[in-house]
């Protein structure tokens, strides 16, 4: 094979059934060899052949020009650690299948995903949700959140920092504002617990809905729900005599969207019309 001195060329050579891809340059007038870098003086135009007699090397003319005579086969130290990662990756694997429980191990080879879950011992609880009796069997961690939303479908509390810092999750428990996403749902027994989806009867929206609405107390909505609850509860609490006291306790329900003053006016109109709340 004649080499054109014009443009570069690749050629691809076979030894002992591992490949080397070998690239010839006018410019330089060498080949490299791209897997290990080793470099080949060669006149450009010059016929290369191969030569089995000499196993991984390339010759041209019947001569071994290679500078580094390595071979292209591993060597017992790559084959070695090889075969010591292949050894951990399964020894790996092995180990954390013996430590997991049966009834997990069982679960995700059944591919059950989030039914995983209950391979964990759970806890009857009983309460009340917007005036309607539940009985759930729950995990000691979850939180009254988690409950609200993925188990019940009550999306409208939302989750927000999930940290107790945003006041997004904000419910009632027993006509008092609480924390859903700091409150585990196993302490809720025989409790009486308020949504948002609770606050309206049917159609009709409740006061201090209406005057969200009204006051335009709200932009992108994500926080509106813990607002409404928060609003409720300092009605309730005797804490929205004046705009200084409602920003008090209102202060621990964040709006990034900077809604506060018309939030302030919705609650004052409520508080001073005299609407049941």
């Avoid at 759930?136 to 988690?146: G, H, I, Q």
């Avoid at 479908?153 to 997004?168: F, H, I, M, N």
């Avoid at 300092?234 to 621990?252: F, L, N, P, T, V």
Wanted: charged share 20%.
């Amino acid at each position: 094979m004649k080499v054109d001195k014009t443009r570069p060329l690749s050629i691809h050579l076979t030894a002992k059934t591992r490949t080397a891809c070998i690239r010839l340059s006018a410019r330089n007038n060498s080949i490299c060899n791209q897997h290990n870098q080793h470099r080949i003086s060669i006149q450009c135009g010059a016929e290369i052949r191969w030569h089995a007699a000499y196993g991984p090397f390339f010759g041209i003319n019947n001569k071994i020009i290679m500078d580094n005579h390595q071979s292209t086969e591993p060597s017992k130290a790559e084959e070695h650690q090889e075969s010591r990662r292949d050894f951990l990756k399964t020894t790996s694997i092995l180990a954390v299948i013996a430590a997991a429980p049966v009834t997990v191990a069982k679960a995700a080879a059944q591919d059950l995903g989030e039914r995983i879950s209950t391979a964990f011992e759970t806890t009857p609880v009983n309460f009340t949700v917007n005036g309607v009796k539940k009985k759930l069997n729950l995990e000691p961690r979850s939180t009254l959140l988690d409950v609200l939303r993925e188990q019940m479908d009550l999306t409208g509390t939302k989750k927000g920092c999930d940290y107790g810092q945003c006041g997004a999750c904000t419910v009632h428990v027993n006509g008092q504002r609480v924390l859903s996403c700091l409150s585990l749902a196993i302490m809720q027994e025989g409790q009486q617990i308020t949504t948002i989806e609770g606050l309206a009867k049917g159609e009709e929206l409740h006061p201090m809905q209406q005057a969200f609405i009204k006051h335009d107390g709200f932009q992108c909505g994500y926080c509106t729900p813990g607002q409404i609850m928060s609003a409720v509860a300092c009605i309730h609490e005797g804490h929205a005599g004046s705009k200084e006291e409602i920003r008090e306790y209102m202060s621990g329900n964040i709006c990034r969207c900077g809604a506060y003053p018309n939030i302030v006016k919705a609650i004052q109109e409520v508080k001073n019309g005299g609407a049941k709340s």
